[in-house]
């Protein structure tokens, strides 16, 4: 019974009601961030941190125009920026599809690495954002 329920509400499922917080917090860690319980962030706040942030990813791109030629020949480059974001509001993790250039790539990731949001009540959420960054006319 309990081993069945279990595993049925690590997969998502099934439905339990637990009471242990041993179990709930097992129940948790193999579920991962996208059963978290609470609120995410505000949007517009975490829309200003982001648009506050893309100064220095423009400035990686940048950099990156300079030592890549086959960027140079680019209008621009449209990126969708992969962030998970703890309750405190520190950045976990960052992705950057599709990785058009690789030191530019890992210049976003260390600078969106850097961003601090408010902090709020979930564990922990999963951001997307698309950014299109353009030459510096």
Known sequence: GLKRQLAQAASGKGKLVLTDPEIIELIASMKGTQEDTGEGPDPKAASK???HGAQA???CYERALKKNQALQYQAGVKLTL??????TGSVESVSVTPSIDA???????TSAMRWKFPSFTARSVDIEQSIVLTPKT
């Open 57 to 59: 990813l423009q400035q």
């Open 49 to 51: 941190v982001v648009m």
């Open 103 to 109: 030191d530019m790539t890992q210049c976003i990731k």
């Open 82 to 87: 992969g962030l998970t974001i703890k309750g």
